[in-house]
Every structure is written in C-alpha cells, then in structure tokens.
C-alpha cells in the first residue's frame, strides 16, 4: 500500500500595524472637531485642508495619551521627538504629504505578552494625522463604484500607529494581540477601540517560511480589515493562499492587498511601497520635541489598572476562572459592574453568572450598556443575596430581573408586591406532592414499578402547582422520599 507524501510545513510569520484614533476634542495639528459621524466635510480647517500659508500647531492632549499609551505598551519614552512629511498623492489627503514620524518615533522597543506566553515584540508607537476618508457610490469599497466623494472630517485626526516586531506566528493570535490593544486603550481612556467605525484599524504584514528556516519570507500587507474575525480571517485565507502558490512552483510578490469580505480572498491593490519612496524629511513648519522625565513620570503613575492586572487580581482576589475574569477584562463596564456589586456580596460566582448571562441576554437584545439599565450593583447584589438564603428560587429570580434592568427599584420590596416569596414549609410542601400524587395513581404505580423517568413529572407537577414558589431542592428530595 502506497504512503501519502509528508507535507512540507511552513511556519507563519506576521506583524502588525495598529492604527488607534485618540479621543482629542480637536485634531493633532489645527483646532477642528475631532469628531464621528458628523455631515461631510464641516470639521475642516486650513491646515487639514493644506491651505497656503497654514501652520500646524500641536495637539499637546494627543502627545500625552501617545505618551500613556506608550508606557501601557512597556515602551521607553524618547527625550526628543520630532515630525515628519510622508509624501504620497492621495485624493483625501489635501496637503500631498502626511505628517508623521520616521526616524525618531515617540514611543519604541515595547513588548505585549500573549496568553499562550508568547512575547510580541513592539518597534515602535509613533504619532500622525489620519488621512480623510472616500465614500465610494454604487457599490461596497472602491471595486464597481460609480463615482467616489471626499469626506475631510477625518483629516488631521491623531493617530498612534504601533508596530509590532514580526513576532506572531498565527491568525489566533493576531487576533488576540488586536483584543489586547483594544482593551488596553479602552482602559486607558485614550481611544473607544471601536473597529466598525474605524476609530481602529489594522494592516497585517504576512509571510511564510520552512519550518526552522530563519530568513523571512517575502511578505504581503493586507489591508481593509473592520473586525476581529476579519483579521483572522483575512489572514488565514493569505497563508493559504501564499502557501498553494509556493507548492504550485509559483513566488509570492510582495504588494498591498485588500480583504474582501464578500468572497472571504484576499485581493492585489498595488505594490508594496518602500520607506525610501515616501521621500521622509523632518518637517520645517514644527520643532522637534522635548519631552521631560518627569513629565513621563507623572503620566506613568496616574496610569490606571491596565487589562492584565485586572485579570490576575479577578482570578487571585475574587476566585474568578480565567474564562469568567476574562470576560469581566474584555467588557470593560461589565467588570466595573460587578466590582461594584462585589462590594455588598462575597458570592462572586453568581454575581458573574449573572452578568454574563441573563443580564447580557437582555443588553444585547435591548442594545443597551450595563451602566444604561434600571438595574443598580447594589440590587444585583440583593438579588444574589435573596437567592442565597431562601427567599426566592432562581426561577423567581430570573422573573424579577427584567422590571429591574427596566425599571429599577429594590429586588425585595418588589418580591414582596409580587408575592414571590419561596415555599420553604415542609408540610406545605408535602400537602401539594400528597395532591399531585393523588391525582397520577397509574404514574405512581409505574415509578414505584421501575420507571424512574416519572421522577421529573412529578417535579414538574408540583414545581407547576405551586407556580415556581417551592424551594427547588426541597422538592426533589420529598418527592423522591414521598414515592419510595
């Protein structure tokens, strides 16, 4: 019988470029409204709009979140920064060049850890201006449009570009590397992380290699990816694609593609472009920068608990599993929530169950926020508590907590107006079994007779008669006493 000939393996190797929109009230270079979803074209100025004779003047908020955002990422600070142009025509891009940073970046050399232990290395975090934004008639992106309009509102907007080292060897973990950002720079307030809106956007530089090979191979940079599912899958489908071409004797050429969503490929947009090309030279209209030590200092110790210090103190002080502290790090209001819960409970376990469960049921189908409920951490918390000691079954609970989420108020005082108090009374709860028995003798022949299933029937009967008000595990252990 004939072998199957081994695969060759080959080892992916990608590397990442960020691009994290700041929330400034104004833009990095001139005083217009950094702003989303505004009309086209009305948070525009002369220097955006490259108009003779217009200064830049910089944004010093936005050098203070690069700065956060830098020391979040265990980047060292440079003491002296400075601007500039990177000519390329474009039509949203007014000036001809944008301004940016080359050769002497504001943040560089930090790294991020995965959850798998592997090490990202960071090059470097530089800040620049966003370029506007084309709105393409007729069709989804450029590709069958009719004609393309120019919206400016996002020119100018500051930017922190990071670019990782090509250290991660998977489409899993891009994926997660861009979760972690996400969360950082949410936690840190800097940025709303949202990929739909592209306030963050990714390019992903992808290779593929021999195994134990240690020379790179030529890499593709994929472009138009607005979710996280779309970077992983866009980077899947080119190291397929990289990968049958190289096993069909062909090479890989390195260009610019575009991921389609429709048809889950990726596309060629045009070749790649060398740093040599954008012909950088140090911006005349703006100084270089100097930046204090203890202007750095005072950033780094007014940084906030980052992501992955909330995680280990969720599964060393509450008791959380990683899964569980993983979703309250993600969310981010969802961990404050039940933080502030976890003040009146020690029962962290429930009130993450229930967060993460019916309350999330109910925010996703409301599309609300935690915090844009009725429902208050202190009766969450009380409603944990009602639960724990007695007063109401889970059932009753699950049944108060939308007027909660809806209208609010204090879970036992609304137990008391409904009338939900739980049947805890061992005659009263005998007595309703003794009925239901009375009233099923052929099932309680054929149970006594071997047919174990008619155990949850009588469970039910009962559960049924006394509308979900017995206590649950009272129920189970008396039935089961009371058919012998």
Same mark, same amino acid.
């Given at each position: 019988m004939a072998t199957?000939?081994?695969?060759?393996?080959?080892?992916?190797? *990608? @590397?990442?470029?960020?691009?994290?929109?700041?929330?400034?009230?104004?833009?990095?270079?001139?005083?217009? #409204?950094? /702003?989303? @979803?505004? +009309?086209?074209? *009305?948070?525009?100025?002369?220097?955006?709009?490259?108009?003779?004779? !217009?200064?830049?003047?910089? %944004?010093?908020? /936005?050098?203070?979140? /690069? *700065? =956060?955002? @830098?020391?979040?990422?265990?980047?060292?600070?440079? +003491?002296?920064?400075?601007?500039?142009? =990177?000519?390329? $025509?474009? #039509? &949203?891009?007014? =000036? @001809?060049?944008? *301004?940016?940073?080359y050769d002497y970046p504001i943040c560089e050399h930090g790294n991020m850890v995965l959850s798998n232990g592997r090490k990202v290395r960071i090059l470097r975090a530089h800040l620049e201006e966003d370029a506007g934004k084309l709105v393409h008639a007729g069709a989804v992106g450029l590709a069958g449009s009719d004609y393309s309009l120019v919206d400016l509102n996002r020119a100018g907007a500051p930017l922190v570009e990071i670019v990782s080292e090509p250290d991660i060897r998977s489409a899993e973990e891009a994926r997660e590397y861009m979760q972690q950002i996400r969360n950082i720079v949410r936690y840190l307030d800097v940025c709303d992380g949202n990929l739909e809106e592209g306030s963050m956007?990714? &390019?992903?530089?992808?290779?593929?290699?021999?195994?134990?090979?240690? +020379?790179?191979?030529?890499?593709?940079?994929?472009?138009?990816? %607005?979710?996280f599912r779309s970077v992983q899958r866009a980077i899947e489908s080119e190291v397929a694609r990289q990968t049958e071409l190289i096993e069909s004797g062909g090479r890989v050429t390195q260009e610019s593609r575009l991921w389609d969503e429709a048809t889950?490929?990726?596309?060629?947009?045009?070749? =790649?472009?060398?740093?040599?090309?954008?012909?950088?030279?140090? &911006?005349?209209?703006?100084r270089p920068l100097a930046i204090s030590r203890e202007q750095v200092d005072h950033i780094r110790q007014t940084l906030p608990e980052l992501p992955h210090q909330r995680f280990e103190r969720l599964v060393k002080g509450f008791g959380l599993t990683e899964y569980d502290a993983g979703v309250m790090v993600e969310f981010k209001e969802m961990g404050d929530f039940f933080e502030l819960a976890s003040e009146h409970t020690d029962n962290y376990k429930a009130l993450s169950n229930w967060i993460q469960g019916d309350i999330t049921g109910y925010l996703k189908a409301n599309k609300l926020s935690? $915090?844009?409920?009725?429902?208050?951490?202190? /009766?969450? !918390? +009380?409603?944990v508590h009602l639960v724990d000691k007695g007063t109401i079954s889970s059932a009753m609970a699950k049944k108060l907590l939308p007027d909660l989420l809806a209208e609010g108020g204090a879970p036992e005082k609304l137990v008391a107006e409904k009338g939900l108090v739980q049947i805890t009374d061992d005659g009263a709860i005998r007595a309703v079994i003794q009925k239901v028995m009375d009233a099923n003798p052929k099932n309680v022949e054929d149970y006594r007779g071997g047919k174990d299933k008619l155990f949850g029937f009588f469970v039910g009967?009962?559960?049924?008669?006394?509308?979900g008000s017995a206590n649950p595990e009272m129920v189970n252990s008396l039935v089961k006493e009371m058919l012998g």
């Open positions: 199957a000939a081994p695969q060759t393996q080959y080892e992916t190797v *990608i @590397g990442l470029e960020v691009h994290v929109q700041l929330k400034t009230d104004s833009k990095l270079f001139d005083p217009s #409204p950094n /702003a989303f @979803g505004d +009309e086209p074209n *009305i948070n525009i100025n002369t220097p955006c709009l490259g108009l003779p004779g !217009a200064l830049p003047v910089l %944004n010093e908020r /936005a050098v203070e979140y /690069a *700065i =956060k955002l @830098g020391l979040a990422l265990n980047c060292n600070i440079a +003491e002296v920064t400075k601007f500039d142009r =990177k000519q390329y $025509f474009y #039509p &949203d891009l007014p =000036k @001809g060049y944008q *301004i940016s940073q956007r990714c &390019d992903a530089n992808v290779s593929i290699r021999l195994v134990g090979a240690t +020379e790179y191979g030529t890499k593709t940079e994929i472009k138009n990816m %607005n979710s889950q490929t990726t596309k060629t947009m045009r070749s =790649k472009e060398e740093a040599h090309d954008y012909r950088y030279f140090p &911006d005349p209209d703006l935690i $915090f844009e409920t009725k429902l208050t951490p202190t /009766a969450l !918390a +009380e409603l009967q009962v559960m049924k008669e006394t509308k």
